[in-house]
């Protein structure tokens, strides 16, 4: 069973701080991606990853960063946390036989920035 | 102009009902669509790939309408457990990127 995991649902950060979240997947699966989901807005992709090392940005990669050392792993940091960074984020992976492969999401971590 | 564009809903309907979204997207290049269905505070998951000539899952129907850039969904007699959140999702170039609509709200009562 595919299984994308997420460090944590909930996180409350003060405005200034630096913040992680970690994404594993279990599908050995190239692709990794970060995406945000706001009310109205839906989900809009912050970064994603098609290998090792490689990182594209999305539409909204303003105020992140990400990191992926491994494979399986892909971390999204917010380098110094603003409260409209307050928002849902879930990360998500897919293999490699093209645009169809169907994305996994991890739970989301809901952060909220004060 | 939003790339691709749902009605929000609620669509709020009775069990056994049948009932059909639309999404329409903006770029005449996209190649693939797909929609996903999100639970109340739920990850999004893939419900069906959409293909030109139109497929059919269990209840559900996905449509494609190249020509006016929308894509359908029907869901016939209506599941209470089909209460979800309907996401259209294009891929526009054959990248790994996806579009995300911000989705329509289902509400089936009993």
């Known amino acids: 069973d595919v299984k994308v995991t997420q460090s944590s649902r909930y996180l409350v950060k003060r405005t200034g701080e630096k913040v992680f979240l970690e994404c594993v997947q279990d599908m050995d699966h190239e692709n990794m991606f970060w995406y945000r989901q706001d009310p109205g807005l839906g989900l809009r992709l912050i970064y994603f990853s098609y290998d090792v090392k490689m990182k594209e940005k999305g539409d909204i990669p303003e105020g992140y960063s990400v990191s992926r050392e491994k494979k399986e792993r892909f971390s999204l940091i917010l380098e110094s946390a603003s409260t409209n960074q307050t928002s849902m984020y879930l990360c998500?992976?897919?293999?490699?036989?093209?645009?169809?492969?169907?994305?996994?999401f991890g739970p989301g971590t809901r952060l909220t920035v004060l | 102009r939003k790339e691709v564009e749902q009605d929000p809903g609620p669509f709020n309907v009775p069990e056994g009902a049948t009932v059909a979204f639309n999404c329409t997207y903006s770029n005449s290049a996209s190649q693939s669509f797909f929609w996903y269905r999100q639970d109340c505070r739920k990850e999004p998951k893939l419900l069906m790939s959409v293909y030109s000539s139109g497929n059919e899952d269990g209840r559900f129907t996905a449509q494609l309408n190249r020509a006016s850039q929308y894509i359908s969904l029907l869901i016939r007699d209506s599941k209470l457990s089909d209460s979800a959140t309907y996401l259209c999702?294009?891929?526009?170039?054959?990248?790994?990127?996806?579009?995300f609509g911000s989705g329509t709200r289902l509400l089936v009562r009993p």
């Open positions: 999702v294009v891929n526009e170039d054959s990248s790994y990127k996806l579009i």
């Open positions: 998500a992976s897919s293999g490699t036989s093209g645009s169809t492969d169907t994305q996994y």
